[in-house]
């Protein structure tokens, strides 16, 4: 069975600082997708990544990147220079290639707020 | 365009009323879902529609009833619901199934059972 585990709950950080968001996933597939969400207070889920299991680059948009570490099976998300407009829930998932059957997990989520 | 649109935003129905959510996508993606999110808690998948047809049903209780009439919309009709149904209800699109396509989500509707 496939698992995310985002251990951080709630993260504070002032405005311009660094955030690293982590994200350790389990599944027994090599073929496997990995995506970051982002869901603010107006509720819509934002799509922000998706990474194969195949492809171990990082990702760098914007402020944003990405390290996938298939070593330690790590998703993370950093944000750089962080803003106001990045307070927000965010939300790893997990799909693995089921063909017909493919269901994202998410993780638990963790509720970032960029203090002014 | 990556928009999906849900109608309507909000909705207050009594435990007899039928009421109906909609949901339309007009980039040509296959594959049709229905999540309910509850507060502070991750999306859990309800329905998933590829092709028009049903494709997943996550033994969701018969008061909610998907249709897909076609492949640019999807709703889901509701029946004699109770109070522990009212949440966030998200409907998203993706190209298809079979190789995980990005999912791209509506602003929702937040449903509330009284």
């Known amino acids: 069975a496939q698992k995310v585990t985002q251990a951080q709950t709630e993260i504070s950080v002032v405005e311009k600082e660094d955030v690293t968001l982590d994200c350790v996933y389990e599944?027994?597939?090599?073929?496997?997708?990995l995506f970051w969400y982002k869901q603010p207070p107006s509720g819509e889920l934002v799509f922000l990544i998706r990474?194969?299991?195949?492809?171990?680059q990082n990702e760098i948009s914007g402020r944003y990147s990405w390290n996938f570490q298939k070593s330690t099976s790590s998703f993370n998300f950093t944000i750089t220079a962080s803003q106001v407009v990045d307070s927000a829930v965010y939300f790893c998932?997990?799909?693995?290639?089921?063909?017909?059957?493919?269901?994202?997990?998410f993780g638990t989520g963790t509720r970032l707020t960029i203090i002014p | 365009d990556t928009e999906v649109t849900q109608t309507p935003k909000h909705l207050v129905m009594g435990m007899t009323n039928k009421k109906s959510l909609k949901c339309e996508q007009h980039?040509?993606?296959?594959?049709m879902y229905w999540y309910k999110q509850k507060a502070k808690k991750p999306p859990e998948l309800m329905f998933v529609?590829?092709?028009?047809?049903?494709?997943i049903n996550e033994s969701v209780p018969s008061r909610f009833s998907p249709e897909c009439p076609n492949s640019s919309l999807l709703n889901l009709h509701l029946h004699a619901l109770q109070p522990e149904d009212s949440a966030l209800y998200l409907c998203?699109?993706?190209?298809?199934?079979?190789?995980?396509?990005?999912?791209?989500f509506g602003p929702g509707t937040r449903l509330t059972v009284t």
């Open positions: 998932a997990l799909s693995e290639a089921n063909f017909g059957n493919e269901k994202l997990t």
């Open positions: 990474r194969n299991s195949f492809d171990e």
């Open positions: 529609y590829s092709y028009e047809k049903l494709s």
């Open positions: 980039m040509g993606h296959r594959a």
């Open positions: 599944t027994r597939d090599t073929t496997y997708y």
């Open positions: 998203a699109s993706s190209l298809g199934l079979g190789e995980s396509y990005e999912q791209y």
